[in-house]
């Protein structure tokens, strides 16, 4: 078999996914030119349409996401060509015979799985029965792989008995943004920095994602999900496992992946004794954001649970029971319909052994700030001497300042899928989830989940567009230290 000729496979073709990342992912890599020529699309989805009923909605759907001025119609008109639309129910297995109808055996299939985690071992068992699956056939699987830890083993079981470990992709999409790679590149390619990268040199890690949007019309998902589930289990912990891994042997898949189980594995667990102490949980309230009147989590549209305790922030402190970073609290801290969007790392040095410099102590140490978006960039505040004839040495906050938006002189920044997306087609997993690290991050939500449950605490309420509740901010005040940006986010 030619591994070039390729056909990807989408279910939930018309669904929300599809539409706002995977459609327009597809297109942008078109419009690159690293979409090879030999590969096919079929969409699948259980609405009764035409191929030509699908690209008339592809087209409107693009249009109205794309930037006018990445709009080509001979990109769509290449693109629009390798595709078909297969009308199917997913947990009808004679719908099947349809998709086996249109693969061809001399071709790579990659099942993309746009659809509810609850339909993944349906689909996979469905595709086997009707014969679907070669030995080389991929599968992605979209967050979240279960709600816990054994319903994400019994998820990852069923996918189990038809595809092969190194061929199931399992979609952390932070993983695909670019300034995540760029850790990488931060942390292994500087001497500088890696050398200063212990519980020696640094007092703290804070890692923020802070959204401004709500739960996007997805209450009863995200109802029975929360913050924790949805955004702590996967995104935060990725990027802490980014941050604090040992340098793997290499950047192949195996090698990163189990330097990132041992983190996962290292977090020290949070028990009733200590979780109130240690994590926070908040739910929005009516607020204003942009200027813009927004209602609270229990108002929005789709509410059937007036009383619902979910939570919509989180704060914790955690720690990594490991040689580098004992004793260095990671705070992480992310939540919904808060006053800015923004996801950024900071690494806060500790303060220099002893103190020549008057003012160097108000100065604070030196911080490292990572934003990975907006504004993707490096910033490292320094003490520099103040530019003056009034006084004989007083240090100012100076910035160094990595741009990557200006720097690059690009157009715009790939988004995550359009990277993931190249990634499944070349068979490289280095940017996706192992089963390991799925399973490491379940065992220490599912323990916070049950301490929060034990102690039966309090969801407290923070207004929409606040910097969420205030007892976050007394999680980090506590231990003598506070949010980066707190006076920008509030
Ligand atoms: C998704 C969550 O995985 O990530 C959403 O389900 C969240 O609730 C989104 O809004 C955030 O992604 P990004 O790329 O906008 O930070």
Redesign the pocket.
């Known amino acids: 078999m030619n591994e070039q000729n390729i056909d990807l496979v989408i279910f939930g073709g018309l669904g929300d996914l599809a539409g706002r990342k995977l459609l327009p992912a597809l297109y942008q890599i078109e419009r690159a030119g690293l979409l090879s020529d030999r590969v096919r699309l079929a969409a699948v989805a259980r609405d009764p349409i035409e191929t030509k009923g699908f690209l008339d909605y592809v087209e409107g759907r693009l249009k109205q996401s794309l930037a006018s001025a990445d709009w080509s119609e001979s990109v769509w008109q290449k693109l629009s060509k390798r595709f078909s639309y297969i009308g199917m129910d997913f947990s009808n297995k004679k719908h099947f015979s349809a998709l086996n109808a249109w693969l061809d055996s001399d071709r790579l299939v990659i099942y993309y799985l746009a659809t509810p985690p609850s339909l993944f071992g349906a689909i996979s068992q469905h595709l086997h029965d009707a014969g679907c699956i070669a030995s080389t056939s991929r599968i992605v699987l979209e967050?979240p792989i279960g709600h816990d830890l054994a319903s994400s083993k019994s998820v990852n079981d069923t996918v189990a008995r038809y595809f092969t470990e190194r061929n199931i992709y399992r979609i952390d999409?932070?993983l695909g943004?670019e300034t995540v790679q760029n850790l990488l590149a931060l942390r292994f390619a500087n001497r500088l920095i890696n050398s200063q990268w212990d519980n020696t040199c640094i007092d703290h890690v804070q890692i923020t994602?802070s959204?401004t949007?709500g739960?996007?019309g997805?209450w009863g998902y995200?109802d029975q999900v929360g913050q924790l589930r949805?955004?702590v289990q996967?995104?935060l912990l990725q990027l802490l496992c980014m941050v604090a891994m040992e340098p793997p042997n290499s950047f192949e898949a195996d090698e990163i992946r189990a330097e990132k189980v041992k983190i996962l594995r290292a977090l020290t667990m949070i028990d009733a004794s200590d979780v109130e102490q240690c994590a926070v949980r908040g739910q929005y309230a009516a607020g204003w954001i942009a200027g813009q009147p927004v209602v609270g989590y229990t108002e929005e549209i789709g509410c059937s649970q007036k009383d619902s305790a979910t939570e919509t922030f989180v704060a914790i402190k955690a720690f990594i029971d490991n040689w580098r970073w004992s004793g260095v609290p990671f705070y992480l801290r992310t939540g919904?319909r808060l006053g800015e969007?923004a996801?950024q790392i900071v690494i806060a040095y500790k303060n220099q052994p002893h103190a020549i410099f008057p003012d160097r102590q108000a100065l604070g140490s030196n911080r490292l700030v990572i934003r990975l978006?907006p504004n993707e960039g490096i910033q490292l505040e320094m003490a520099s001497k103040k530019q003056t004839l009034k006084d004989r040495l007083s240090l100012e906050k100076r910035l160094l300042n990595l741009d990557f938006f200006d720097t690059e002189g690009q157009d715009r920044i790939p988004d995550?899928y359009e990277r993931l997306l190249l990634e499944v087609f070349k068979g490289d997993q280095w940017l996706f989830v192992s089963r390991g690290e799925i399973e490491a991050s379940w065992r220490w939500c599912d323990q916070l989940i049950g301490a929060w449950q034990d102690k039966a605490l309090k969801v407290h309420r923070y207004s929409a567009g606040s910097s969420g509740p205030s007892k976050a901010e007394l999680l980090i005040e506590r231990d003598g230290r506070s949010w980066f940006g707190e006076s920008t986010l509030s």
């Open positions: 967050k999409h932070y943004k994602v959204e949007v739960i996007e997805r995200y949805d955004m996967n995104h919904k969007k996801t978006q995550a």
